[in-house]
T-cell receptor
Framework: DARVTQTPRHKVTEMGQEVTMRCQPI?????VFWYRQTMMQGLELLAY????????DSGMPKDRFSAEMPDATLATLKIQPSEPRDSAVYFC???????????FGPGTRLTVL | KQEVTQIPAALSVPEGENLVLNCSFT??????LQWFRQDPGKGLTSLLL?????REQTSGRLNASLDKSSGRSTLYIAASQPGDSATYLC????????????FGKGTKLTVNP
């Protein structure tokens, strides 16, 4: 049963702490996306990778956010230092090679106090 | 800049009714359009993917149509059931050869028993 997995599912932290979210894309997918969902803004693309290379991170606050793909089975999104306005649900998605149909993980619900 | 609008924002119907959800987009140069379902506190589930060369796709009681020239898509749900209650999101992708998806804010559907 191929699916995108994300850890942790929930994270509560204090302002100023580092947060790392992890994603395992579906095996064989060549694109990986990080999205953030809030009530006010809806779903926003933060960054995406094709064949592990970062293609677009224009949606990320560069001073505090970073996204990497150390290998084909792991994508990470880090926030350092975290701020209360970063509280949101962060989704990872991977896309298949042929049709670019995107499949989403269950998300990480982040609360920054 | 691509903008995606979904109307209505919320819809409540009695069980058994056929219904249509609407999605419009401003830039018709898309590669594909994807409909998702999101249950409260959960990730997004892909329902249907329509390539730009296609007019419609069907899966069970769901039928999605695409009219690229007018910038519109509809999701038709036949014989609605309480289990169909969820938020339905439309997303368009492929501008400029990019795999990025631009999402609408969604339609929250409630099917009453």
């Amino acid at each position: 049963d191929a699916r995108v997995t994300q850890t942790p599912r929930h994270k509560v932290t204090e302002m100023g702490q580092e947060v790392t979210m992890r994603c395992q894309p579906i095996l064989g997918h060549n694109t990986v996306f990080w999205y953030r969902q809030t009530m006010m803004q809806g779903l926003e693309l933060l960054a995406y990778f094709r064949n592990r290379a970062p293609l677009d991170d224009s949606g990320m606050p560069k001073d505090r956010f970073s996204a990497e793909m150390p290998d084909a089975t792991l994508a990470t999104l880090k926030i350092q230092p975290s701020e209360p306005r970063d509280s949101a649900v962060y989704f990872c998605a991977s896309g298949d090679r042929v049709y670019n149909e995107q499949f989403f993980g269950p998300g990480t619900r982040l609360t920054v106090l | 800049k691509q903008e995606v609008t979904q109307i209505p924002a919320a819809l409540s119907v009695p069980e058994g009714e056929n219904l249509v959800l609407n999605c419009s987009f401003t830039d018709s140069a898309i590669y594909n359009l994807q409909w998702f379902r999101q249950d409260p506190g959960k990730g997004l589930t892909s329902l249907l993917l329509i390539q730009s060369s296609q007019r419609e796709q069907t899966s069970g009681r769901l039928n999605a149509s695409l009219d690229k020239s007018s910038g519109r898509s509809t999701l038709y749900i036949a014989a609605s059931q309480p289990g169909d209650s969820a938020t339905y999101l439309c997303a368009v992708g492929g501008q400029g050869g990019s795999e990025k998806l631009v999402f609408g804010k969604g339609t929250k559907l409630t099917v009453n028993p």
